[in-house]
Structures are given as C-alpha cells and as structure tokens.
C-alpha cells in the first residue's frame, strides 16, 4: 500500500513517515501543495495524508483539484485547524476524515485502515480465499489454519493481491503500489518476491493461488 504524506513540518513529516514506514507501507513525502500535485500525477495512492496549511497551494485546494477529477483517492486531513467550522469545510471539500493535531500515531494508522477497507469495500480487517486467511489488524497469514511467517514487504504484496483477487495486475501496477521513489533496486523485484511468496503459501499445497498470466502480471484466484 502506497501513502503520500503532505505535511510542511519537516520534522512532523519525517515522523509521520517513518511511522507509517514501519507499519510496512510505502511512503512519499512532500512539503507543499504544488509538489503534491506533481507527486499525485505520477503515481496512484491509496490515502493522501494531507495538512491544510501548505505554501504554494493549500490543502482545501489541492483537494478541490483532485476531486475535480473525480478522483476518488481517501483523503485524511491532518492539521491543526481545530474548529467545527474547519472540520466542516474540509470534509465539504472532499476529504474522507479529519484528524487534529496533536495526534496520537496509533490512531492516524487505525484511520487509514479503515478508510483503506472501505475504499477496497472490505468490512473487517480479514482477507481470505480457499483456506488462506489473512488478518491486517495482527498482521498474520495462515493457510489451512497453519501459521505462515511473511516479511513486512510480502505481506504487503499479499494483502494487494488479495484485495484484488481475480484481477489480473501487472508488474508495473504491483511495483507502483509497493514501493516509493526513493526505491533503487532492481526491475525484476516483483517477480523476486512473487517467488517468495509462492515459497511459502502454494509450494506445499495441492492448490494453487498465485498464478502468473504470461505477458501481463499475476493473479490470486482457486484453480481447480
């Protein structure tokens, strides 16, 4: 899952994003409006964080540009701005939720999943097909009712794959959402942890989920 954070205070934003980086989700971070706007043109988020008091272009206006568009990216305003009359303008404005400052992290994190799960209409934190059941809340896998030990970036690759079960994704699609700018590794990286992944949930099992569609990408659905 992939996150841009808007945020002006360079110390806040760091913070923000490291947080939300240990949480095993990709992040890119910018300082103003303007910037965010180039950000969102090159690259599909799952939730903007976004504080309202931003150089260059708020975030009422960044918002209003978007949704313009009928983009239908979650938005979570995070700002200081604290009055009934702010909360109402912003959520008038198109954002999905309004958090003020000071803010504890833990609940900026439960936000975001809600607002990731009902965007993907998922009602509860479990994801599951055959007998793969996946919890984003405890963060554990298990197929056939046996634990399955995954990496921060697997089960992120999982948790996509499963939230889209049935629909082919590409390479490009996957690596997009999975990792931020600052990523430098290699090309063949989803294919890398798509191998991982098969390791571990379909190798010692007579059914197969993850299955490759040759020139596309990959899909999770039961083949019988």
């Not at 976004?50 to 995070?78: H, M, Y």
């Not at 697997?154 to 889209?164: M, V």
Request: glycine residues 4%; contains cysteine.
């Amino acid at each position: 899952m992939r996150i841009l954070v808007v945020e002006d205070e360079i110390t806040l934003s760091k913070l923000i994003t490291q947080r939300l980086k240990d949480e095993s989700y990709s992040v890119d971070s910018c300082f103003d409006g303007q910037e965010a706007l180039d950000y969102f043109s090159c690259a599909e988020y799952d939730v903007v964080v976004l504080d309202i008091l931003l150089p260059k272009l708020n975030g009422l206006e960044f918002l209003s540009q978007i949704r313009a568009k009928n983009d239908k990216t979650p938005v979570i305003l995070l700002t200081a701005m604290d009055a009934i009359e702010d909360r109402v303008n912003g959520l008038n404005a198109g954002a999905d939720d309004y958090l003020v400052k000071p803010f504890a992290f833990d609940e900026l994190i439960a936000r975001i999943r809600v607002l990731t799960r009902r965007n993907s209409n998922q009602l509860t934190s479990i994801l599951k097909i055959a007998d793969l059941v996946m919890d984003t809340n405890a963060h554990t896998v298990h197929r056939n009712e046996k634990l399955i030990n995954l990496s921060s970036k697997e089960f992120s690759i999982l948790e996509y794959l499963l939230t889209n079960q049935g629909i082919v994704i590409s390479r490009d699609k996957i690596n997009q959402h999975m990792w931020d700018y600052d990523y430098d590794g290699g090309s063949n990286i989803v294919d890398v942890y798509i191998r991982y992944l098969r390791k571990k949930i379909d190798d010692n099992y007579p059914i197969k989920l993850i299955h490759t569609v040759r020139g596309v990408g990959y899909v999770l659905r039961v083949e019988l």
